[in-house]
């Protein structure tokens, strides 16, 4: 079956340090890919996403490029705010198949970013 | 515009007690899903609704579980008999609509926390 498998955390870093987190995949048919953020106190919400091979997500200065050659979504940002501070989630939803679009996520990866 | 609401936002019950969580999907939205997350699992999909029909259920851990939707909006997840293995935040989201071969964007809901005691 599907399979999101992120780089463990918790993550620190000094402010406008350089972020990756890593995200590999496993899916059996046409998987879009996401990157979901879960601020504290709040729900979860879209980053950014890339629904084809060699696409780039971007928003809020974070990017992500979707390598289906190394089945990898990692997630990056060239320099971290405190605002930043959250749990990023990697996800896919598998398009082939039966799938109506449900997300398979990663465990979550919690970034706390000092000043 | 309102997003997805969810209620109550916290819930304690006794082992053994039946719950009702309810969902307000985003109006107009025909996707609704149900999702669980827990320390132990992560994560994890529950039940996807399109309009009043679930034709996705596979995520639904036992028979103690089941969900309903009325009126192509609010949705209701039930929990029977519940077990402490059940404590966990319940996240629903919706979604304008779902079809087989494309993603649309899901909006979450901010949650319910149950924890059985």
């Known amino acids: 079956g599907d399979s999101v498998t992120q780089m463990e955390g918790p993550v620190t870093l000094s402010e406008e340090a350089f972020l990756t987190i890593n995200c590999t995949y496993t899916a059996t048919g046409y998987p879009s890919l996401f990157w979901y953020v879960q601020y504290p106190g709040e729900g979860l919400q879209l980053l950014l996403k890339a629904t084809k091979a060699d696409d780039k997500g971007s928003n809020k200065g974070f990017e992500a490029t979707y390598r289906k050659e190394t089945t990898s979504f990692h997630l990056e940002k060239g320099s971290v705010q405190v605002s930043d501070s959250a749990v990023y989630f990697c996800?896919?939803?598998?398009?082939?198949?039966?799938?109506?679009?449900?997300?398979?996520f990663g465990q979550g990866t919690i970034l706390t970013v000092h000043p | 515009g309102a997003g997805v609401s969810q209620s109550p936002s916290n819930k304690v019950t006794e082992k053994g007690k039946d719950v009702e969580l309810r969902c307000d999907p985003i109006s107009g939205h025909t996707a609704l899903y149900w999702y669980r997350q827990s320390l132990g699992q992560g994560l994890e999909f529950l039940i996807y609704f399109q309009g009043n029909s679930a034709p996705d259920k596979s995520g639904l851990p036992s028979d103690r579980f089941s969900a309903e939707r009325t009126g192509g909006s609010v949705s209701t997840l039930t929990i029977q008999r519940t077990q402490q293995e059940d404590s966990a935040v319940y996240l629903c989201a919706s979604s304008p609509k779902a079809s087989l071969g494309f993603s649309y964007e899901q909006y979450f809901g901010p949650g319910t926390r149950l924890t059985v005691t």
């Open positions: 996800a896919l939803s598998d398009l082939g198949g039966t799938s109506y679009g449900k997300l398979t």
